[in-house]
């Protein structure tokens, strides 16, 4: 039998499936962190998110149990979608969730995170000042704004995957990803915040 730990997140799902436990906590450790933290950084409630973490596993399980898993090379992706549906579903019972619908698309898939980054000392203190900034300005944005900046930039996804995890158009995505750095530039010059990296 295969070492777990050498197993991929879609072996260790089918050995799960096929009745071992210890596959599916193998499965946990390797996704909590990442996904505790999408779903904290949406919801901005840590009691909220545990609730919606614990939730988004169970329907993981119940999911794997019923052989609702198709191994396609993207656990991970399956994860969040089933976090992001958690996510959403909490938002409907809070009736705060707004969805944008938005009809305009700027490409802005030419954005990437190491494009932000250089190698001096005093640049990348700068560069760190700045992503700092960024992220309180993030706060202020509305949850499906802040949701696909986070799975860009700080998860590093494309739009094709923000948009099929979140459940919307690659247009909506590029949309919600536009009015954000709309809306963060507004709070930057607002405050008198520099967003310029270096």
């Known amino acids: 039998m295969k070492n777990l730990n050498t197993m991929t997140n879609e072996e260790l799902a089918i050995s799960y499936m096929e009745g071992n436990n210890r596959a599916f906590d193998m499965l946990l450790q390797r996704t909590q962190d990442a996904l505790f933290t999408y779903i904290l950084f949406v919801v901005h409630d840590n009691d909220t998110a545990n609730d919606i973490f614990q939730e988004t596993f169970v329907k993981a399980i119940m999911y794997l149990q019923k052989g609702r898993y198709t191994p396609t090379g993207k656990f991970t992706a399956w994860m969040m979608r089933i976090a992001h549906n958690a996510i959403m579903d909490w938002y409907r019972r809070q009736k705060q969730f707004n969805l944008i ?21 005093e640049a990348d203190f700068v ?63 607002q405050n008198s915040i520099e967003l310029e990296m270096v």
Not at 157 to 182: C, D, H, P, Q, W
């Open 101 to 121: 619908d938005v009809n305009e698309a700027n490409d802005l898939s030419n954005i990437s995170s190491e494009d932000l980054l250089d190698t001096s000392k």
């Open 127 to 189: 560069n760190k000042q700045v992503l700092c900034d960024v992220k309180k300005l993030m706060e202020f944005l509305p949850a499906t704004q802040r949701e696909v900046v986070f799975m860009r930039y700080y998860q590093e996804m494309s739009f094709k995957e923000i948009a099929e995890t979140t459940g919307v158009s690659i247009n909506t995505s590029l949309g919600r990803m536009r009015y954000a750095l709309i809306n963060m530039r507004k709070l930057a010059r």
